[in-house]
């Protein structure tokens, strides 16, 4: 069965907030001390966190599901990256992650192809990401998709210090 994607409503916050936990620790998890990641979990995905996000009309969020499950998602809206060049007008894929075990099979493009038609459905406009800066799998995707590194900024995981590479397509 070939997966579908819907947009996330506000009634789906519990299962958005529990699964954008599940993926980034199933990702990045091993990368942090424990008080770490918890307490980035905590602001990052917790559910009010998630119900403010289904509520913003200046965001999107879109449900992956294969057989009624959800398995993937991607969250969209206006930049808020650090970058001298950011305006207003400029959107940004803020997340997307699909579990390790549907990873393949160009689920993760039809998100990203999903994200990417709601960022530009006024018009062409800058559309900007935040990925880590030895994500290569993510970067070799989004080069794929047109986005070159344009900056740099270091993204907190509760006392941990990352790296992060910024794209931009447009």
Known sequence: MTPTIRRATPADADMVSSLGARTFTETFGHLYPTEDLEAFLASAYGLER?????????????????????????????????????????????????????????????????????????????????????????????????????GEYIFPVGETRDLEFILRRG
């Open 50 to 150: 998630t119900r403010r996000d289904l509520a913003d009309p200046a965001k999107a969020t879109w449900l992956l599901e294969d057989d009624g499950e959800a398995i993937g998602y991607a969250l969209a809206g206006s930049c808020e990256l650090p970058h001298p060049e950011v305006t207003s007008a400029c959107g940004e894929l803020k997340r997307l992650y699909v579990l390790k075990s549907h990873q393949g099979g160009g689920r993760g493009s039809m998100l990203l192809n999903t994200a990417l038609a709601w960022l530009g459905r006024d018009g062409p406009r800058p559309v900007w990401i935040g990925v880590w800066s030895r994500n290569h799998g993510a970067q070799k995707l989004y080069g794929r998709m047109g986005f070159d590194k344009v």
